[in-house]
DNA sequence: GCTTTTTAGCCCG
DNA sequence: CGGGCTAAAAAGC
């Protein structure tokens, strides 16, 4: 298992990789180590706001519910939100589910789950909602 | 299985 | 703002 870390203004971001496939992704975690190359670039590029798709292999594992969330988010495009409300009608579940899946998301970032933001406020953020909103502004939208 | 707990929401005054 | 409501998933039994 290899990790990296990369430093933003918010703090750290952690990326660990095994054989190729990234595996997880944390906040506000440093460790020393180096991933793949070309996964390490996208990283970088996509938190200077250079790149817009993040394309690695990951390896993840939950529920058929967590999937079926967390896949959706791949949907979302650059730049743009979703509220929670709008995400459980579209799959026919409630916002509190939607949150309750999104919290233990492995990829953030890979998997937006910054985009998802409450009705009246930009919602919670496991990292802590500093880094939410700072990809959001990485991603020109300001909240 | 069924029951209880928990939830990164929502709505209404 | 604050409280009450809520459905649904996860944890516990």
Not at 114 to 122: D, G, M, P
Request: charged content about 25%.
């Amino acid at each position: 298992m290899n990790c990296q870390s990369f430093e933003t203004e918010c703090g750290y971001i952690c990326v660990y990789e095994k054989d190729g496939y990234v595996t997880r992704i944390e906040f506000n975690k440093r460790c020393n180590g180096k991933i793949k190359q070309d996964i390490a670039i996208q990283i970088e590029e996509y938190l200077q706001g250079k790149r817009e798709k993040l394309e690695f292999d990951v390896i993840f594992s939950g529920t058929e519910f967590q999937k079926k969330v967390w896949t959706s988010l791949k949907e979302i495009p650059y730049g743009q939100t979703v509220t929670y409300k709008q995400l459980s009608e579209k799959l026919k579940t409630s916002p509190r589910a939607i949150g309750q899946a999104l919290r233990t998301n492995p990829l953030p970032i890979y998997f937006p789950c910054h985009r998802v933001v409450a009705k009246n406020s930009i919602g919670g953020f496991n990292g802590g909602v500093q880094f939410k909103k700072m990809l959001l502004k990485i991603e020109g939208c300001e909240f």
